[in-house]
């Protein structure tokens, strides 16, 4: 405060330095009281109270602050007469706060041992909203964002209305999926008699934006399942064990919601090769996720958990995640084919002023793009009709020759992955994982 003296400043930074120094506040407590400061020396008598209940200083600074009349004197060395009858109560007197009648407390220890004149519920009751917590709590904790916090809550979005029937042509990746994998889902009969488990594993990998994640939305409407997506931001945390805590509690959420697809999107970031990784928290990470696939730490098993993953590297995956009973069963997504390229122009093309566009041209000038390439070429063949509009001061439409000036200004962003891709189907094929990676580049002419 700006009139406190410099005694009264150098006292409460003191005070605030050592809360615990009981005698030190009943001494800045009494130059408070001395200036008439009454309410501040009721809050720092009660604050000593907390730290030291039987302080009879404390209390008598307390009796003096409130102006309550002062308890009568005990020579030291003496105590109470002892009497056979019941002591007679303390005899009332007025509380300057309720204005009514006090209730003698005697206290149970120290010098003061019966203070027949002082009211210790209205004292309580003046000093309560003076008086802060006598600890802080750690803000993280109480927001739940330490170990001891609560788990966070995961979404588990509900069964999308996509199917593989909305995945334009890539015949071959839906008879896979359909042999591989949701053919024994969809037939619970013959699930039962051939000993199937509901539950599975299933590994995409592939060239960067050829559409994984969709087709993994896809599976998921195809079985009615909800569908839950991991990454690695997700996962890790700053705590040690959270990140193992974050995974235990994923695939728990997904066994409550079952039938439910979990997505582990980018699995080379979160399962990466142990032997590779040099940091422990990692490679726990892995530990924890390979217990989860088994379904070991549930007690229960993994029924009706689906779990699709998904990456670009797959040969930079633990290969304890691809054994089987875990992630065994492998899909390889290439490019669109030619359907499906017609399908995703038509799809990025539907809200844009087009006129007389030929697909099956662009369709043949844009072979071994990527989805992500595709909306790439119509984005920029808009922004080339749009910057003509711009300079002509009329509207142009996009024309089939910006489509195709745009196809042959953008490179595939798929060919840098089959360069990396072709020397490990050639020389790290072990037990033919690659295999069907290697007849695509044979009937590619790449090898």
């Known amino acids: ?34 200036e008439g400061r009454n309410d501040e020396a009721v809050s720092e008598a009660a604050v000593a109270l907390q730290h030291a209940p039987g302080d009879a200083g404390a209390r008598a600074l307390m009796v003096r ?24 109560p303390a005899a009332p007197t007025r509380d300057a706060a309720t204005d009514g009648p006090a209730v003698g407390r005697p206290a149970t220890d120290g010098p003061a041992v019966d203070r027949p004149g ?34 966070a809550a995961w979404d588990v979005d509900a069964p999308g209305s996509v199917r593989l029937a909305d995945v334009g042509g890539m015949e071959e990746v839906k008879d896979r999926l359909e042999a591989a994998f949701l053919a024994p889902m969809r037939n619970p009969e013959l699930r039962r008699l051939y000993g199937k488990s509901l539950r599975g594993g299933l590994l995409l990998y592939g060239p960067p934006g050829c559409g994984k994640t969709f087709i993994a939305r896809a599976v998921a ?20 064990g959270a990140s193992e805590k974050n995974i235990h509690d994923i695939f728990e959420t997904a066994r409550r919601q079952a039938p ?12 990466a090769k142990r032997s590779r990784t040099h940091h422990s928290g990692l490679r726990n990470v892995v530990n924890q996720l390979l217990t989860e696939l088994d379904g070991i730490a549930s007690g229960a098993g993994n029924e009706g958990v689906f779990v699709l993953a998904a990456t670009n ?38 809200e844009r002023p087009i006129e007389a566009v030929d697909l099956g041209k ?10 992500a390439d595709l909306a790439h070429v119509c984005e920029t063949a808009a922004e080339a009709a749009l910057l003509d509009s711009a300079r002509s001061g009329s509207v142009r439409l996009i024309s089939t020759k910006d489509l195709l000036g745009a196809a042959k200004q953008i490179k595939p962003s798929t ?12 020389f790290a094929n072990e037990g033919g994982l690659y295999d069907d990676l290697l007849a695509h580049l044979k009937r590619k002419r790449k090898l």
């Not at 209205?122 to 609560?150: I, K, N, S, T, W």
């Not at 409407?221 to 040690?240: H, K, P, Q, R, Y």
Request: hydrophobic share 50%; with cysteine; net charge negative.
């Open 1 to 34: 405060m700006a009139d406190e003296s410099p005694l009264i400043r150098s006292l409460r930074a003191a005070v605030a330095a050592a809360p615990d120094d009981v005698p030190l506040r009943l001494h800045f407590a009494e130059l408070l009281l001395a």
């Open 118 to 151: 002082f009211d210790w519920d209205a004292a309580e009751q003046q000093v309560q909203d003076l008086v802060g917590p006598r600890f802080l709590e750690d803000p993280q904790a109480a927001a739940g964002e330490g170990p001891a916090g609560d788990a």
């Open 65 to 88: 602050a409130m102006g309550l009349p002062p308890a009568p004197a005990v020579a030291p060395g003496t105590a109470p007469a002892p009497s056979a009858q019941a002591p007679a």
């Open 221 to 240: 409407g195809e079985l009615g399942a909800n569908f839950l997506t991991v990454s690695l931001s997700d996962v890790l945390d700053m705590w040690i």
């Open 313 to 350: 590297v797959p040969w930079d995956v633990d290969i304890a995640l691809r054994r089987p009973g875990r992630l065994d069963r492998t899909l390889l997504v290439l490019p669109p084919d030619a359907t499906a390229r017609e399908a995703i122009l038509r799809y990025h093309l539907r």
């Open 362 to 371: 662009l369709v043949k000038a844009t072979e071994d793009f990527s989805g």
């Open 260 to 271: 439910c697809v979990v997505f582990l999107d980018e699995l080379d970031a979160l399962g």
């Open 415 to 426: 060919e840098p992955w089959f360069a990396a891709a072709r020397n490990v189907a050639m």
